[in-house]
């Protein structure tokens, strides 16, 4: 058998002894040092998925989908009965396609989320920008970037998860900006 693993200099299949070493081990073809770990399913084969049984006593329940395969577990959202074939379990909970798509295209399960929009970001580049070009624009930004980190302020930020710095900064910037237009426009009322 193929090691799937090879040598980054060479190229060459390792050895299974050169997988998940204590120390360093020399590669057999060019001999560079070489620390590769792996983890064990790597070698594991496959299980193959699971086809359904087939309904074998009359009156027993059958999958909406495929009727003549064997009813293993309902639909969460809509009840239906799934083989385990349809069967798409997500959280600990069961889902039959349908429903795994209507909720994925209406938000509704937000494991399934794949993009998301950025509001931190947003707010901290409209706190930002007028800052770096000139100040007139943070007349308008300055409020808006406020409006944003403040609206926004509970919205997940990356799909990854982080912190919500980006929104106290641009909030914090924001506030500065309107203050300084508030002491700017009281300045030139009292003149």
Not at 165 to 174: C, D, K
Request: glycine share 6%.
């Amino acid at each position: 058998m193929q090691s799937p693993v090879c040598c980054t200099k060479c190229q060459g299949d390792l050895a299974s002894e050169a997988l998940n070493p204590v120390e360093w081990t020399a590669c057999p073809h060019c001999g560079v040092l070489i620390e590769a770990e792996v983890f064990p399913a790597l070698f594991k084969t496959p299980e193959p998925g699971q086809a359904g049984d087939q309904v074998l006593v009359e009156g027993e329940s059958s999958c909406f989908y495929h009727p003549q395969k064997k009813a293993v577990v309902p639909c969460d959202l809509c009840g239906r009965f799934l083989c385990a074939l349809c069967d798409v379990e997500l959280d600990d909970r069961h889902f039959c396609p349908a429903c795994l798509e209507s909720g994925k295209k209406k938000g509704q399960l937000r494991q399934l989320e794949n993009q998301r929009v950025l509001y931190d970001r947003i707010a901290l580049f409209l706190a930002t920008l007028p800052l770096l070009l000139c100040l007139w624009p943070s007349l308008v930004g300055a409020p808006m970037a406020l409006f944003v980190a403040l609206r926004y302020r509970n919205y997940p930020t990356t799909i990854r998860g982080g912190s919500k710095v980006r929104f106290w900064v641009a909030g914090i910037l924001a506030v500065l900006q309107i203050i300084g237009w508030i002491i700017f426009f009281v300045y030139l009322a009292s003149r």
